[in-house]
Nanobody, 119 residues
Framework: QVQLVESGGGLVQAGGSLTLSCTAS????????LAWYRQAPGKQRELVATIDSGARTNYADSVKGRFTISRDNAKKIVYLQMNSLEREDTAVYYC?????????????WGQGTQVTVSS
């Protein structure tokens, strides 16, 4: 069973930085695609960034140039470095692991970590 545990959220002033971490267990981590999503109050969960097994990355337009996703396969950790934070980045951030087993997709989620950006 895959388990994901996020950490690193908190309160930060606009313009500041935070780094989120997500530690995985129970999975062949290195071959899985990983992602960060976020959900602001009253809004749908949205994709923030993805990184595949080859470390290719993709970002939502709203965070391009400010956020960086990376992974450490040996430690089974995926990171989200967030710079130049804006109030609009306030949300609960969720780590996601996506795997396909015999053609069947599976998605696993962490419990979420709160990021609050104050003006």
């Amino acid at each position: 069973q895959v388990q994901l545990v996020e950490s690193g959220g908190g309160l930060v002033q606009a313009g500041g930085s935070l780094t989120l971490s997500c530690t995985a267990s129970g999975s062949t981590f290195s071959i899985n695609a990983l992602a960060w999503y976020r959900q602001a109050p009253g809004k749908q969960r949205e994709l923030v960034a993805t990184i595949d097994s080859g470390a290719r990355t993709n970002y939502a337009d709203s965070v391009k140039g400010r956020f960086t996703i990376s992974r450490d396969n040996a430690k089974k950790i995926v990171y989200l470095q967030m710079n130049s934070l804006e109030r609009e980045d306030t949300a609960v951030y969720y780590c996601n692991l996506h795997k396909v087993v015999f053609g069947v997709p599976y998605d696993y989620w962490g419990q979420g970590t709160q990021v609050t950006v104050s003006s």
